[in-house]
């Protein structure tokens, strides 16, 4: 199949790329850039696509949007420009491409779109599918916002049939190159690993390697609407830690980092970036048939960090 990635420098547009290069499909990373750049395809800041840029392509996977943690202390911090960047780069982004998809010629068939786990808020121990309703929040309302523009896919219009349209809530995605373990790796190999407020609140990740499989099952399958893309073992961020830790062969007696503490660091976006949580179940992909790799986190974090 002929897929174009947005989003396809980042994490999980990487990984996703050569997963299914090696697959055998034939795989385009959509660049970004200026009208005046030859081989830029769109340039959703200013609301721009290349004329026919995704026209002929099988699939169109969505994964660009700023990065919610930040990806650097300078940014780290939810300022009214950091939550409004973070809106746009997804809600706004999202509409140019659908709206783009819509009018081609030749649409692609399949349209994947990422979200996330914040859709369902902060929600304590209760267990979370699919078929959860969402919650409240910075986080929930911008997953919700973002999922109504992907799912526009889906919808016919003239002489075109509705694009299947698969919309991913990501949870944390584990590798050591980037993202939520790599931030940690450091302070871990040094036996100084951190719990967050209380550490009961749950984390819901998944394994890079079996996150590329998912989309693979998307990209493959007659699947559609939403899939939960999270291991279906999701864990407390105070197990999280001392599991790390046991994987790293590092003393298993994580310090507490208090609320108060996060809170003066990242303003704002402390509670929902580090203090909320969600216990989320991958349903529908079990529904599948779909076999976890790396169901299990220690399994799952061995293998991370022996890799690297």
């Not at 420009?81 to 030749?106: K, M, Q």
């Not at 599991?243 to 298993?252: I, V, Y």
Request: net charge positive; aromatic share 6%; hydrophobic share 45%.
């Amino acid at each position: 199949m002929r897929v174009a990635i947005t989003g396809a420098t980042g994490l999980i547009g990487t990984a996703l790329a050569t997963h299914l290069e090696a697959a055998g499909h034939t795989v385009h990373r959509v660049r970004r850039g200026t009208s005046d750049d030859r081989l830029a395809d769109w340039n959703p800041a200013v609301g721009w696509i290349r004329p026919l840029a995704f026209d002929g392509f099988d699939t169109v996977v969505h994964l660009a949007g700023a990065p919610i943690g930040g990806d650097s202390l300078r940014n780290i911090r939810w300022t009214r420009a950091r939550r409004e960047l973070l809106r746009t780069s997804r809600i706004d982004a999202t509409r140019l491409l659908v709206d783009h998809l819509r009018a081609l010629p030749n649409p692609p068939a399949t349209f994947i779109a990422a979200s996330a786990i914040g859709y369902y808020g902060n929600r304590g121990d209760t267990e979370l599918t699919e078929a959860s309703p969402p919650g409240e929040g910075f986080l929930a309302t911008l997953a919700r916002d973002w999922e109504r523009e992907s799912t526009r896919a889906a919808v016919p219009i003239d002489v075109h049939p509705a694009i299947r349209t698969v919309i991913l809530r990501n949870g944390h995605v584990l590798s050591a190159n980037g993202g939520l373990l790599a931030r940690l790796l450091p302070t871990a190999r040094l036996g100084l690993g951190a719990t967050f407020g209380d550490g009961t609140q749950y984390l819901s990740w998944i394994h890079v390697d079996d996150y590329t499989r998912v989309v693979e099952l998307a990209l493959t399958t007659k699947v559609e609407g939403v899939l939960n893309a999270t291991a279906p073992n999701p864990t407390t961020n105070r197990d999280f830690t001392r599991t790390l830790a046991h994987a790293l062969h590092r003393p298993a007696t994580p310090l507490t980092i208090p609320a108060w503490a996060l809170r003066l660091l990242l303003g704002s976006g402390a509670d929902e970036l580090l203090l909320w949580g969600q216990r989320v179940l991958p349903a529908r992909l079990l529904a599948t048939g779909f076999a976890f790799a790396h169901p299990d986190l220690e399994g799952a974090l061995r293998a991370l960090v022996t890799k690297r």
